[in-house]
Nanobody, 124 residues
Framework: QVQLVESGGGLVQAGDSLTLSCVAS????????LEWFRQTPGKEREFVAA????????HYADSVKGRFTISRDTAKNTVYLLINSLKPEDTAVYFC?????????????????WGKGTLVTVSS
């Protein structure tokens, strides 16, 4: 079992930066890949970024490459998502997720554990 709790969302202006945090419990983050997804009303959850179980590899959706950075702190069992140059279209609920295994999950249906999400609202 893995429990995930996100934080760091809020109302920001376009062009700002924001760091989201995801604290994991139940198992060390060094034993599974972790992902961030986001969702807007009426749309499916979309993959945003992932970090491999050993920390030696990251993956990003094409739409966020160059602006989003995923990282982790194994001592704090926490994964972060740094978002730079925020755009109004980044407005969404951001979810921390994992399939609970070493494999990276880029499809929401393959995720086993979800956090409750944190809302990011970007004003223009």
């Amino acid at each position: 079992q893995v429990q995930l709790v996100e934080s760091g969302g809020g109302l920001v202006q376009a062009g700002d930066s924001l760091t989201l945090s995801c604290v994991a419990s139940g198992r060390p983050v060094s034993t599974y890949a972790l992902e961030w997804f986001r969702q807007t009303p009426g749309k499916e959850r979309e993959f945003v970024a992932a970090i491999r179980w050993n920390g030696n590899g990251t993956h990003y959706a094409d739409s966020v490459k160059g602006r989003f950075t995923i990282s982790r702190d194994t001592a704090k069992n926490t994964v972060y998502l740094l978002i730079n140059s925020l755009k109004p279209e980044d407005t969404a609920v951001y979810f921390c997720a994992t399939g609970g295994s070493s494999g990276v999950q880029t499809t929401a249906s393959r995720v086993a554990y979800w956090g409750k999400g944190t809302l990011v609202t970007v004003s223009s």
